[in-house]
């Protein structure tokens, strides 16, 4: 896929320092190459050392700093998020975008294949925003990003665990912004629908997708601002209550 040319740096210190996991590849790494183009430092962790170098390599290794990380090994988070912070010498921003969402088979029930979602789409993303609770609570600012999915708002029979990895982190995420509403900081739930990434590339043409750059450029906009759900594209939020309002006799019929 091909990608907008990143601009050279721009002179000064940063915009802002940010943080985020998940950024080999997909809405993780366009987020990382948004943020640049706006003129931030940023730390990007993944598991895949050799995409995660590709993208500092084009970024420039001055303005992405290249960690790899695996989000199963939550007590290492701690750590990881500390070192981070010191070598952007501060933080503003931290975007978990970390996700999986493999095939499940119409009669599939895989226990273990249930786990791993949960434990990259859901724990992961609490070790993360715990951390980034932390800090931005005795800091006294900065923002917080979840990248969660229009697939929370109801059970679809489809991939049921998906979703309700989805749904657990938009309830956590809620429940973290009420927390720290009153320590000036902020929490975006973002909630997706069809982007053109590597984890949809298997689903064929689907209505509405768009580009992991446009989607990227939202979040981010949505980022210096807001605080709450945020539907990206915002038509998404229609779509949304229409889904959430169906009655379950009704919805349990469809394919949706």
């Known amino acids: 896929m091909e990608h907008a040319t990143v601009p050279p740096a721009p002179a000064g210190p940063p915009k802002g320092r ?56 939550t007590a290492e988070v701690p750590e990881r998020f500390e070192e981070a912070v010191r070598a952007l010498d501060g933080l503003d921003l931290v975007v978990y975008a970390s996700g ?22 859901t724990l992961g993303a609490i070790a993360w925003c715990n951390a980034a609770a932390e800090h931005f609570q005795a800091k006294r600012a900065g923002v917080i990003v979840g990248i969660g999915s229009i697939a929370g708002d109801r059970g679809r029979k489809g991939n049921p665990v998906y979703g ?17 509403s009153d320590f000036g900081v902020r929490v975006c739930t973002i909630e997706p629908g069809f982007v053109a990434t590597p984890m949809t590339a298997g689903l064929g043409a689907l209505p509405g997708m768009v580009s ?45």
């Open 100 to 121: 999986i969402m493999p095939k499940v088979g119409p009669q599939e029930f895989d226990t273990e294949k249930d786990g791993e979602i949960l434990a990259v789409n």
């Open 212 to 256: 992991a750059e446009a989607a990227a450029r939202t979040i981010v906009r949505y980022a210096r601002r807001g605080s709450g759900v945020r539907y990206v594209p915002m038509k998404w939020l229609a779509v949304s209550l229409v889904i959430r309002n169906i009655p379950s006799f009704v919805f349990r019929r469809l394919t949706i």
């Open 18 to 73: 940010a943080i985020v996991v998940g950024a080999s590849s997909g809405l993780g790494a366009a987020i990382v190459r948004e943020l640049v183009r706006e003129g931030w430092r940023v730390a990007a962790l993944a598991r895949r050392g050799a995409e995660l170098e590709k993208l500092a390599a084009e970024c420039g290794p001055e303005r992405v700093l290249a960690r790899v990380h695996d989000v199963h090994r």
């Open 164 to 180: 309700a990895s989805k749904a657990a982190l938009k309830h956590y995420l809620e429940a973290l912004r009420n927390r720290l």
